[in-house]
């Protein structure tokens, strides 16, 4: 028997399916070993010595490898085909080794660009031994990030309070945010003014001209700066006499885009489809692992984490044949297409991503993927098909007019384009991140020396505007252009400062927080060197000269560790001060606006004499006077507007007036406490306040709100037996209503201002009658017979009331009236249940490995359930939008984190159990792995638990809190 080794439990059960009964496939679930979170997993005085432990979560998986391999002929290593794929490989072999349980026995490795049977097959055919450089160039990426992470994340917190940690590529990722956001700061609109004529030829028909020139000279875009030139130009075009003085049309061609890259896919996806890289990536992978279409299971795509153009000839041929019996002959070039990679430090190590069979057309293959998988194979494949185009053929039209007024003679121009042959745009054309204006109309015949009538004459103000903000998409173009991060790094980093709350997103724009800012200004006041975009750049082609064979991966460490170290050092007697003044001077236009009168912006508004400052407190930094504990102002950092500039503050950090009460005058404000925003009204001693809903945003929060979040507890109802109110409220615990001394929560998505009383009725009576937090099935009440046989009754349950019947049980859907529940729609509800339906949620599929997968509303959050594994949704994700492919990705990452059972275990033979020899440094299972570190195979930096290492480390640390 073989043992073939995979990473992922998809791709196992697709590869199995082409393999004989000689094989047995089994899954790694991934990286099977890690650098634990401590001082000296990377050794720098012992030349870099790397100390890796087994995730305690694949202890188990890496036992039933073993247990397989011990009694194999062969064993071959089938993970992904690039670098973190070798890794794993290389990681594997090495656990099998300390186990001794190789032997003699012959170890391979295979790899394939595509997961269907002829590529399995040829793989197979072609075996080879692990690539020692690929694994070096890995460990010297992985060594370089954790040396970064974990020596540059410490001086942040000591320096820096409130940030959470620094990165690799992630830093330099979040100066590119930042310092787009600087631009727009810094910009100053200029005024420029534009002149259109209406114009007819003579046979009527309208077209438009811009002004270009005016007596001898060119007029370009700002030319025109103020109004009253403008409107001299105006008045000159009004009076003129407008002839054509020459037509020039010229023929042109536009070539199709190449086939998608991992960066140029993100990028579409983002753009055509809404769907963010992240996601993007979850599922390609699912595409390309196999997909079951019509019996038969099939890897759609190539490999998705790639950097090339290129495709293979029996593909491109594949692709011709469907040109010409789709589209016809003429769409098909005499030639066929090759392109070339114009990213910076391209690999092109692997084919472009494409279809693995071209003649599955999209219509053909969406009844067997979900919604997403389906437009998102759509994109590839045309895409793909569109590549291997005729190009387009254009005629592009430049019309000079002559415009005399007098003793003034002013120049126009109109363009125009006309397809005269769509060639690959009769399938796909390019998104664009950011519109452009273009004159792309088509113009009506004109001749030379023809004169054109007058409509009227267009003066038009225009002001310049800032660089737009970067969109997911044009940050990973951007990072693709300088070389910096690679394919399998970008999504991964995009999540990584969200997660750290560095950046948010508004209108699909990335905003960087105030916290990134600092961190950014921070690192190019005191680590410059290691956030240039050219030294990060540089350092990932050293990386890939390793990959090559071309550099010995030690000594880009001891090269890159030098420098680093020195830098580290140089901090260590660093003041606060020198960090202060370092940022004021860096985040001056953001945090110190200029004044509209040309005051100086850091005068205090109060004191009128001291000097605002940026502050380091306990919670973050602020805005404070330098004549403190005289003056007591304070602001935070995005207070930056008029309130700010008048000090309406004072001394009351983190407050927004919302306005008065109407009723009472007093002031109400939205204020930033210790354990969350909350509204208060007036000041003394014991002011009225009102903590926030969980599921309301402080953004979000009215002068209206406020106030009825003041009024709160509300009466929404009368019980329906004791006729008392039921009260609606917000307290310790979050949301609640209220009946006499019974009290019940609100969900999470419920509004407390909104819910109605039917819903607190339902969920008083359920509390009353033993459901609820520890409440226990109590019969509410008998409800009829179902028409099968059976009674159906309505009880009182843990979590809220339910139907039984017989030995099913339904949850009842959310919004049910309990109080007028009918036998009908009792039936209907415990059909549903019967026949596999979630009550609580919807049933989305099958598992590849049999049973159905459901999404339901929990208790603390919804989740996909499937036998007896259940994983909460990221907040990413909801009820309503999970898909089946992003639900077995959870369920797999569940399982091979130990939080379930998979349906099937390997089969292995029953050995005789010996003694476990002890364990080494190399091979040391650790019995928990921090969440931060749970995937850092896809992640740039070390992560750290709760803003601190996980294990007790030689490190300086800052200071314990009192």
């Not at 992470?149 to 620094?166: C, D, E, I, T």
């Not at 990213?343 to 472009?352: D, G, I, T, V």
């Not at 109309?441 to 023809?450: F, K, M, T, Y």
């Amino acid at each position: 028997m073989d043992v073939v080794i995979v990473e992922s439990p998809a791709k196992a059960k697709t590869i199995n399916k082409y393999l004989g009964k000689n094989f047995e496939v089994i899954a790694s679930f991934g990286h099977v070993r890690d650098l634990p979170a401590k001082d000296g997993s990377v050794d720098p005085a012992d030349d870099f010595k790397m100390l890796w432990e087994v995730d305690g979560k694949a202890g188990k998986r890496l036992s039933d490898i073993a247990a397989l391999v011990k009694n194999a002929d062969r064993i071959v290593l089938a993970t992904d085909p690039d670098r973190e794929g070798e890794a794993i490989s290389w990681h594997v072999l090495e656990v099998l080794r300390a186990k001794k349980v190789l032997k003699d026995k012959p170890v391979e490795r295979v790899v394939f660009n595509a997961i269907t049977k002829d590529a399995i097959l040829e793989a197979m055919k072609h075996p080879r031994q692990i690539d020692v450089s690929l694994v070096e160039a890995y460990l010297a990426r992985r060594a370089l990030d954790y040396l970064v992470g974990f020596n540059l994340s410490p001086v942040l917190w000591r320096k820096l309070p409130g940030a959470r940690s620094a990165g690799r590529v992630q830093s330099v990722a979040l100066r590119l945010v930042c310092d787009r956001e600087l631009e727009i700061e810094k910009f100053k609109p200029r005024e420029y003014w534009s002149l259109v004529a209406h114009l007819r030829n003579q046979a009527d028909a309208p077209f438009i001209a811009r002004l270009v020139g005016a007596d001898g000279k060119k007029i370009t875009r700002l030319d025109i700066g103020a109004g009253a030139e403008a409107e001299d130009f105006r008045q000159a075009l009004d009076k003129a006499a407008f002839t054509v003085k020459s037509v020039e049309a010229k023929p042109a061609k536009r070539h199709p885009y190449a086939p998608f890259t991992t960066s140029t896919l993100q990028q579409e996806a983002s753009r055509k489809l809404g769907i963010a890289p992240e996601n993007t990536m979850r599922l390609a992978q699912r595409l390309y692992e196999g997909v079951d279409i019509g019996g038969e299971t099939a890897g759609l795509i190539t490999y998705m984490r790639t950097d090339g153009v290129d495709v293979a000839p029996e593909a491109v041929s594949a692709a011709r044949a469907v040109i010409g019996k789709e589209f016809g002959a003429k769409y098909v070039p005499g030639v066929p297409r090759k392109y070339l990679v114009k990213a910076k430090n391209a690999q092109e190590a692997h084919e472009a991503i494409r279809p693995t069979d071209m003649s599955r057309l999209p219509k053909d293959v969406a009844r067997f993927l979900q919604p997403d998988q389906a437009r998102l194979y759509d994109l590839i494949w045309t895409r793909m098909i569109a590549s291997q185009m005729e190009s387009a053929l254009l005629e592009r039209t430049t019309v000079e007019i002559e415009a005399k007024a007098g003793a003034r003679n002013l120049e126009l121009r109109a363009t125009g384009q006309v397809v005269r042959f769509d060639g690959f745009l009769k399938l796909y054309q390019e998104g664009k991140d950011d519109e452009e204006d273009e004159e792309s109309g088509r113009l009506p015949a004109l001749s030379e020396g023809e004169t054109l009538k007058k409509d009227k004459i267009d003066s038009t103000q225009h002001f310049t505007e800032p660089p737009p903000r970067y969109t997911e998409a044009t940050l990973v173009k951007r990072m693709e252009e300088l070389g910096i991060g690679r394919p399998s790094t970008y999504a991964s980093t995009l999540g990584v400062l969200r997660e750290r709350d560095y950046v948010k997103i508004e209108k699909k724009r990335l905003v960087p927080e105030d916290k990134g800012r600092l961190v950014t200004a921070f690192l190019e006041s005191f680590f410059g060197r290691y956030v240039q975009y050219d030294f990060t750049a540089g350092l990932e082609e050293q990386l890939d000269r390793v990959s090559n064979a071309e550099l010995d991966w030690k000594q880009v460490l001891r090269d890159f560790w030098t420098e680093f170290s020195a830098a580290i050092d140089g901090t260590k007697e660093l003041r606060v001060t020198e960090v202060l003044n370092s940022l004021n001077d860096l985040l001056g236009p953001h945090i110190f606006p200029a004044k509209e009168d040309g005051a100086d912006p850091r005068v205090c508004p109060v004191c009128g004499a001291g000097q605002l400052s940026l502050k380091l407190g306990k919670f973050g930094a602020f805005i404070g006077c330098s004549n403190y504990p005289e003056c007591k102002y304070t602001r935070t950092l995005s207070d930056r507007g008029e309130s700010a500039a008048k000090g309406v503050e004072g001394e009351r950090p983190g407050v927004k007036i919302l306005g008065e009460d109407p009723a009472t005058g007093q002031e109400i404000t939205l204020r930033d406490g210790r354990f969350g925003a909350y509204i208060q009204e007036g000041e003394g001693e014991k002011p009225k306040r009102s903590s926030l809903p969980a599921n309301m945003q402080p953004e979000n929060v009215t002068l209206e709100i406020a106030l009825a979040l003041l009024s709160l507890p509300r009466e929404v109802a009368k019980h329906p037996e004791s006729g008392e109110p039921i009260l609606a409220g917000i307290g310790r615990y979050g949301a609640y209503v209220q009946h006499k001394k019974t009290y019940a929560n609100l969900a999470k998505d419920e509004n407390v201002l909104e819910i109605g009383g039917n819903r607190a009725i339902d969920l008083i009576v359920t509390k009353e009658a033993g459901g609820g937090r520890f409440g226990g099935g109590g019969e509410i009440r008998a409800l009829g017979d179902h028409p099968q046989g059976g009674a159906i009754a309505l009880k009182a349950g843990r979590f809220g009331p339910y139907l039984a019947w017989g030995k099913v049980n339904a949850t009842l859907p959310k919004g049910t009236d309990i109080t007028s529940l009918t036998l009908e729609q009792a039936t209907g509800i415990v059909d549903a249940r019967a026949a596999g339906a979630p009550s609580d949620g919807r049933l989305l599929g099958d598992h590849p490995d049999g049973g159905p997968i459901a999404a339901r509303a929990g208790r603390y959050g919804p989740y996909v359930s499937w036998n007896k594994v259940f994983a909460t949704l990221p907040k990413s994700m909801t009820l309503e939008s999970v898909t089946i492919e992003e639900a077995i990705r959870l369920i797999e990452d569940k399982i091979a984190s130990g939080g379930g059972k998979p349906g099937k275990k390997p089969a292995t033979k029953k050995t005789t159990a010996k003694k476990a020899p002890a364990r080494k440094a190399t091979d040391k299972t650790i019995p928990k792995r921090t969440a931060a570190n749970k995937k850092i195979e896809e992640n740039d930096e070390t992560p750290f638990k709760g803003g601190v290492p996980a294990k007790k480390t030689a490190l300086k640390k800052p200071a314990a809190k009192k």
